[in-house]
């Protein structure tokens, strides 16, 4: 059986700069992956390539099929779908619209229902404020819609970019717990661009350390836990 | 308190018209942030063609259908082909094609059809009694079925952006395409759609407007100062916004009625300059309009 | 010396700085260090002019920065680079880094114009010192080289040769260990350090690469949710525990 | 000894420690021998169209004239549009500006035609500086729209003003009144010559200047302002100046043209030459020869005049309006960068000019 998503040799940049430089990266179905490296490593330019945002070189495949040059829309299609940094909620429409906007590839009326009346009891905060501009909301809540959003397409891989960026500890805990729940009830691939390395750490089962646009290292996330690669990342020394 | 009245009703028919252009402007702004200057020449050339059909024996509500299939199509065709290509590259790009657009289909119409001006049917006949008196200023039958025109064509409008799936998208677009290509939005198709959509109001607008406003018949050069007055209308409301280009047009129509009328040291022929220095102001006082959405400035 | 004291910065109800203080001594490295969205770059924004904070005070050697227009804050000696870049994709590397000079000789349009001798001197001073700073950066053979598609890590050390062309009295650096592999880390702290014992510049440093931060530091203040949480010694600060918290998170 | 990295667009390792390619292109040192002498040629080469132009019959000397005034319009706006990037589609407001500035000095206060030309400018000047204020809060499109209001107002003011500028009727400048001066040694009857080598020698001076300026530190800090006005702003540049002097100089060139078309056609109406038209055909002349490079406007002043001229025999004289349009777009894709960056672009396949390396440098590598 085939991986949900394979990159080979995957390289991008944008505006002034190259940033990636032929990165390898395996998501399994169903499995958390989590991405660390320090800023300016090509994170963030790594998400965005892989959900069709960037232009690449090198080859992305979804369950064994190469896809060529891709747009956002069609990734969704296939079944992956990005939280981007910064949440990227559409700040002129309301909650509601907005969770309704993520379910645009859906045919299934009742379905669509079912599901934001779902994300609505896991995230009751969204609920309490459905016909709120999300313009309004605070950046705990923009996060929570945001991912909520990318969920409403149903996608078999959830890319997560900096999820944590801004928020307070509490906030971080609950979504992350949220987004294991997510995982382990759905089936959902996760995989998280992260800042907070031991937080991301705690759910993942595979870690791949990216530095200056390159995978230096990958492995299974207990052996990365004692190694000393991501104290070298984030501490330093 | 009668030549107020009858110039509040000429200015309402003008300004109504205005609306509709600048609701045309306003449509394509909101998905691909432009300002589409051909508009104007869009609607003058499928005006000449419904024209034309009238001359063939077709009655003129008839050939409105062709006409705002046509406006449809030619937008959505000059969107995917001539400006999508250069709109990633910058600002000036899409203003030249869009100028070349203007250009060409102005030529392209005294190409096919003359250069000599046609007289245009009305779609609501008038006769010397087809008026409402109201205290002493009448109200044209075809000025009411102007203003009755934009309100129907804001209702429509409304309903598809904000009752539809269609009209969803298109607001999900208009707050921030990328976001909205990522819930899976096609974005290229909703631009496409939107501008046809403009195309078809747009002639709608040529339309209705080419026998009310002066000089009352259908000329080569007639468009360009109702693109202009209609972009006036959408930049004072602010281009983003369905309400601001309503707002807009009729103000500008009631105020240039107003300096027309009781404004003698402006005189007729300044109105235009009158509004411009309007806009002007609006625009250095708030730059993105009455009803504009505003952006933060990021580094 | 810069005292940055109770600065607030609100943007749209999110609250970015809360009452934000430290200062930076004449000739010290500071570094400023906190998680993604602590509001470190906002505060280089308050400092530079780009944000207006609605409260507080900004003031370097006694001079008011917040009464300042943004081109002058580089007249009074201080420069800096950008997190994300901003340099001018199409000009050479060494066009980019001799814009960096306006503020020292700023070119009057008039001498331009008819090329007057005073102009063309100028130029040529700005130039070589600018030749010299790509030297010393290790940037010589990229001179005559568009910004646009140069690597990352490359670009920053261009940004930092426009800001040192200024001759700043305080150096404001936005993460410029950015897209540097460590060997390149050290490199360029080595280099800023080289440079800053010559010139007498003072830094602050924003930076999340610690050992950098800590390893050049006089002082460190640490920032979380727009607040300082800590301002001490490197040693203090790496110990504070709310500081490891804010870095690792609570599950560590 | 000099080695230089070439400036190609692929991605360039961290330290190509390495001489410039042989297979590559050929790497010039600005100043050097070879810059200097390619200079030289392309001098000597325009020194004989210029020659060639005076030695013509007079419809097509007149053609040169024209395309040359408006060569010296484009440049004009190639000033701040081009350079930094402030859109404007309604300069035939300072082309017509400066028409009008002209033709009310001779016709009215029996000035000489030449003297004129500094007043020309100065009014054009002042006024770009004025209209360069809303620039300093608004950009792009809108920007255009307030520049496209100048064009717009410009003939309607003008009509309003009618004791000045003769209205609607308009207003014709006598041709005795536009007699060469005593000293240039021209005719009366050599008035057109006249008006050609004039013409020639303010676009040669002009193009010097525009050169100067833009190859300056002034000229950096103006693409600077262009490219990334944060970063300009942080560099030290007073964006806001740059924007509004940009705007006032490019009026005062473009007002320098409009005086010279006063003298050219010699009767002026606002509703014929000065019309927003006017304005969206330099717009076009410039896209088309190329902004931001010194050979653009002059290519984009033949352009504009000599194409619609040798179109109007195709169809009715509308079908020479399509036809431009379908080569504006054709420009557009093919050549985003116009004719003159288009050959540039295809000339750096070849050669790249790079700059000298100061002597004290590099000496320890």
């Known amino acids: 059986m085939s991986a949900l998503l394979e990159a080979r040799g995957l390289s991008a940049g944008y505006g002034q700069a190259h940033v990636l430089h032929g990165v390898d990266l395996t998501i399994e179905p169903g499995q958390v992956v989590v991405v660390l490296g320090a800023n300016g490593a090509g994170k963030t330019t790594l998400m965005r390539s892989l959900a069709g945002l960037l232009p690449y070189d090198g080859e992305l495949r979804v369950d064994g099929e190469t896809v060529g040059a891709v747009r956002p829309d069609q990734m969704v299609a296939r079944g992956v779908s990005l939280v981007p940094q910064g949440r990227g909620t559409l700040t002129a429409l309301s909650v509601t619209d907005n969770l309704r906007t993520g379910a645009v590839g859906r045919r299934d009326a009742s379905g669509v229902q079912e599901d934001i009346d779902r994300w609505f009891t896991t995230f009751p905060r969204l609920a309490e404020r ?108 | 308190m009668d030549i107020f009245l009858t110039r509040l009703i000429s200015g309402m028919t003008a300004g109504s018209v205005y609306a509709m252009i600048a609701l045309a402007l306003v449509v394509v702004f909101r998905s691909s942030a432009t300002i589409n200057f051909a508009q104007g020449e869009f609607a003058l050339f499928t005006t000449y063609v419904s024209w034309w059909l009238t001359q063939h024996g077709w009655n003129i509500w008839l050939t409105l259908v062709p006409a705002l299939g046509l406006g449809f199509v030619m937008c959505a065709v000059a969107e995917r082909f001539l400006i999508r290509p250069v709109r990633k590259r910058d600002e000036t790009a899409v203003l030249i094609v869009a100028l070349a657009l203007f250009t060409g289909l102005n030529g392209l119409a005294g190409w096919i059809w003359g250069s000599d001006d046609k007289v245009y049917p009305r779609l609501v006949p008038i006769g010397d009694d087809s008026f409402l008196a109201l205290g002493g200023a009448r109200l044209y039958y075809d000025s009411i079925f102007v203003v009755l025109s934009l309100v129907l064509v804001v209702g429509a409008l409304s309903l598809v952006l904000n009752k539809t799936g269609l009209g969803l998208q298109m607001r999900a677009v208009a707050t921030n395409p990328e976001s909205a290509s990522l819930c899976g939005i096609k974005v290229g198709r909703i631009f496409m759609i939107s501008w046809g959509l403009a195309g078809v109001i747009g002639s709608l607008a040529a339309a209705i407007l080419v026998p009310v406003l002066p000089p009352g018949q259908l000329g080569l050069p007639g468009m360009f100062h109702m693109l202009i007055f209609g972009t006036v209308a959408a930049l004072l409301g602010g281009l983003d916004s369905v309400k601001g280009a309503v707002v807009g047009g009729l103000s500008l129509g009631v105020g240039l009625a107003m300096i027309n009328g009781y404004g003698s040291f402006f005189g007729g022929s300044i109105s235009l300059t009158v509004a411009l220095v309007v806009i002007v102001v609006v625009l250095g006082l708030k730059p993105n309009g009455l009803f504009g959405s505003r952006r933060l400035e990021r580094v | 010396m810069l005292k940055v004291s109770e600065v607030v910065l609100d943007f749209g109800g999110i609250r970015a700085l809360d009452t934000v203080g430290f200062t930076v001594g004449d000739g010290e490295i500071c570094g400023l260090i906190g998680p993604n969205g602590a509001g470190k770059t906002s505060l280089f924004n308050c400092i530079t002019r780009i944000y207006q904070p609605d409260s507080g005070s900004i003031t370097f050697d006694g001079t008011d920065l917040l009464g300042l227009r943004r081109h002058q804050v580089v007249r009074h000696g201080i420069a800096r680079t950008f997190q994300n870049l901003a340099l001018w994709p199409k000009l050479t590397v060494l066009e980019n880094t001799v814009l960096g000079a306006h503020s020292l000789a700023t070119p009057r349009l008039v001498p331009s114009a008819v090329a007057w001798p005073s102009t063309r001197a100028a130029r040529k001073r700005v130039d070589l010192r600018a030749w010299e700073l790509l030297e010393r950066l290790d940037l010589l053979d990229l001179a005559s080289h568009p910004a646009a598609g140069l690597p990352f890590g490359t670009l920053k050390r261009v940004e930092l040769a426009r800001a040192l062309i200024s001759e700043p009295s305080l150096l404001l650096l936005d993460e410029p260990a950015g897209g540097l592999t460590h060997a390149e880390v050290d490199e360029l702290a080595a280099v800023v350090q080289g440079l800053q014992a010559e010139l007498g510049f003072s830094v602050l440093l924003v930076e999340h690469h610690m050992g950098m931060v800590m390893s050049m530091s006089d002082h460190v203040v640490a920032m979380d949710f727009g607040r300082t949480i800590a301002d001490g010694t490197p040693d203090e600060v790496k110990r504070d525990p709310a500081v490891v918290a804010a870095y690792l998170g609570t599950a560590a | 000894m000099t080695t230089v990295q070439s ?46 132009g005076g030695s013509l019959d007079p419809f097509g000397q007149g053609q040169l004239t024209r395309a040359a005034i408006f060569a010296l319009a484009i440049m004009g706006l190639n000033f701040t549009t081009g350079y930094v990037g402030l859109l404007s589609v309604g300069h035939s407001a300072f082309l017509g500006l400066g028409a009008y500035t002209t033709g009310i000095l001779v016709v009215n206060y029996n000035q000489t035609a030449i003297s004129t030309i500094p007043w020309a400018m100065l009014v054009c000047f002042l006024v770009g500086l004025l209209v360069g204020i809303p620039a300093l809060r608004i950009r792009g499109l809108y920007l255009a729209m307030v520049t496209l209001a100048l064009g717009v107002a410009f003939p309607e003011v003008v009509a309003r003003l009618d004791g000045l500028t003769g209205g609607a009727e308009g207003m014709t400048i006598r041709r005795t009144l536009l007699r060469p001066p005593d000293w240039s040694g021209f005719t009366l009857g050599e008035k057109d010559a006249w008006l050609y080598w004039l013409t020639i020698v303010l676009l040669v001076v002009t193009f010097v200047v525009v050169r100067n300026v833009i190859s300056s530190r002034y000229g950096l800090a103006m693409h600077a302002v262009r490219q990334d006005e944060v970063a300009a702003s942080a560099s030290g540049i007073n964006v806001a100046a740059i924007k509004l002097v940009s705007f006032g100089v490019s009026g005062a060139i473009t007002g320098l043209a409009g005086s010279l078309f006063a003298m050219y056609i010699g009767s002026l109406f606002a509703e014929g030459s000065f019309t927003v038209l006017a304005g969206i055909t330099l717009l076009i002349g410039l896209v088309l020869g190329g902004e931001r490079t010194l050979a653009g406007p002059i290519i984009g002043g033949l352009a504009v005049v000599l194409i619609p001229y040798y179109t109007s025999g195709i169809g009715q004289g509308q079908a020479s309006a399509v036809l431009f349009a379908v080569v504006l777009i054709a420009v557009i894709f093919l050549a985003p960068e116009g004719v003159a960056g288009g050959v540039a672009r295809l000339a750096r396949r070849w050669v790249v000019v790079v700059d000298k390396r100061p002597e004290s440098i590099g000496r320890g590598r």
């Open chain 1, 130 to 237: 459905r016909h709120q501009v999300a313009g309004t909301l605070s950046g705990g809540e923009q996060q929570m819609l945001a991912i909520a959003r990318a969920l409403m397409s149903r996608p078999r891989l959830l890319l997560c970019d900096e999820i944590s960026l801004g928020l307070a500890p509490v906030i971080v805990q609950g979504l992350f717990e949220t987004i294991r729940g997510i995982n382990e009830e759905m089936g959902t691939a996760l995989l998280l661009v992260e800042q907070n390395a031991a937080l991301a750490m705690g759910i993942a089962s595979y870690v791949y350390l990216l530095e200056v646009g390159r995978v230096v290292q990958s492995g299974a996330a207990e052996s990365f836990a004692q190694s000393d690669s991501i104290r070298r990342v984030y501490l330093g020394y």
């Open chain 4, 7 to 52: 400036p190609t667009p692929t991605p360039t390792p961290e330290r190509p420690a390495r001489p410039a390619a042989r297979s590559g292109p050929r790497v010039v040192v600005r100043g050097s021998g070879a810059h200097r002498a390619a200079q030289a040629v392309v001098l000597v080469l325009l020194a004989a169209v210029v020659i060639w």
